[in-house]
């Protein structure tokens, strides 16, 4: 059973997560086109954090950035390595979802890499509805990032 909890970022298997997100990253797409959010920046304000667990086991981690009072944006969406395959990801999108429709958003939308490691998050987030769409909020045309939005 997976279980859903905002915040978790002063515990050290989440951090090794998101150390673990920010390689993968950066292994797949030069710095410059890498825009995770460190740390610090999932402590700001404008962003919810949740770490999905099973007991005491840290299964995968999400966060929506509220843009403005009508759009949000997926961030950090990863899956402990042992647990891909298994429904965490999913688990983690339809909660941002829940939480983002509570909030009276109209629109999700997200940036994530165009190599083929990141194929399995394209199929997910095409499975929840989301389209490639331009690039929104700062971001610009960049061939290293495929830009996706859901209208709520």
């Keep these: 059973m997976i279980t859903i909890r905002e915040g978790g970022l002063d515990d050290a298997q989440v951090q090794d ?3 673990l997100h920010a390689s993968g990253m950066l292994a797949n797409s030069p710095a410059e086109s890498c825009h995770f959010l460190d740390l ?6 404008d962003v919810t954090f949740w770490s999905a667990w099973a007991g005491e086991d840290l ?7 509220q843009l403005d009072a009508t759009h949000g944006e997926v961030k950090s969406m990863r899956t402990v390595p042992a647990h891909l395959g298994k429904g965490v990801g999913a688990a983690v999108l339809e ?5 983002a429709r509570a909030r009276g958003l109209t629109r999700l939308s997200l940036e994530t890499g165009t190599a083929p490691a990141f194929e399995p998050a394209h199929r997910l987030y095409s499975r929840y509805g989301f389209v490639p769409c331009p690039p929104f909020g700062s971001y610009s045309e960049d061939p290293h990032s495929q830009f996706f939005t859901l209208l709520l």
């Design 17 to 19: 997560l998101l150390r």
């Design 40 to 45: 610090s920046g999932l402590q700001a304000a």
């Design 59 to 65: 299964l995968g981690m999400g966060a929506l950035k």
């Design 95 to 99: 909660h941002i979802l829940a939480a």
